[in-house]
């Protein structure tokens, strides 16, 4: 069963720190994506990963990909609190000849405190 | 570029009646995608189209569950009869993926909120 595991689930951050959230799944994969959700609303693509070492970066946000160890991370520079909301990863599978077929992890609930 | 249009936004229903909710993608897309997310929890896909036909619906629960892309636009999701556990946001997303090609970003509307009672 392909599993997607983020952790930590909850997060709560004081401005200006830095941290990361990580992002474990279970089979291989070519493209990984984190998304943004803020409290009800949907969800914003926030970067999408292609290959093995792939590092993007938008403003205090840097996301990075090893395929080989099937890790992905999300890492927080100097944290404001406009970064609070709930950030997911999901994997990209090819399932049963589908394409975009996206396997979300339960996201990190992060809190940003002054 | 208007994006992924979603009705209604809210729904509260009592257990055994049914509901539908539709969804109108980003113009261009040919491949539509409704989810359900269930609090606390990501997206869990059920169902995914590509134009009017269906690429996916192995998670889709097939005794209550139904949904259709008859013009390749905009789509329609049922569940008759509901079930309290199907309390949850039901999302549609939209991307430009074709047949053959690359796999592209999915792009989600605002959700409708679907409350059983």
């Known amino acids: 069963e392909l599993k997607v595991e983020q952790n930590p689930l909850f997060l709560s951050m004081q401005e200006g720190k830095n941290y990361t959230i990580y992002c474990n799944y279970s089979t291989t994969s070519d493209r990984l994506y984190w998304y943004r959700q803020d409290p009800g609303k949907s969800l914003e693509s926030l970067f999408v990963l292609l290959s093995n070492g792939a590092v993007k970066q938008e403003g205090r946000l840097m996301a990075s990909l090893d395929t080989k160890a099937r890790l992905s991370t999300l890492h927080i520079t100097a944290a404001v609190h406009d970064l609070s909301a709930t950030y997911f990863c999901?994997?990209?599978?090819?399932?049963?000849?589908?394409?975009?077929?996206?396997?979300f992890g339960k996201g990190t609930k992060l809190s940003v405190k002054p | 570029e208007a994006g992924v249009a979603q009705s209604p936004r809210y729904k509260i229903i009592e257990k055994r009646q049914s509901v539908a909710f539709w969804c109108n993608p980003i113009?261009?897309?040919?491949?539509l995608y409704w989810y359900q997310q269930i609090l606390g929890q990501g997206p869990k896909l059920l169902i995914q189209?590509?134009?009017?036909?269906?690429?996916?619906d192995s998670q889709l629960p097939k005794d209550r569950f139904s949904a259709e892309r008859l013009k390749g636009v905009d789509s329609t999701l049922k569940i008759q009869p509901a079930k309290l556990e199907d309390s949850a946001v039901y999302l549609c997303?939209?991307?430009?993926?074709?047949?053959?090609?690359?796999?592209?970003?999915?792009?989600f509307g605002p959700g409708t909120r679907l409350l059983v009672l």
């Open positions: 189209f590509q134009n009017n036909g269906v690429v996916d």
């Open positions: 999901a994997v990209d599978i090819n399932f049963g000849g589908s394409q975009g077929n996206l396997i």
């Open positions: 997303a939209s991307s430009l993926e074709l047949a053959g090609e690359g796999r592209k970003t999915q792009y």
């Open positions: 113009s261009g897309h040919a491949t």
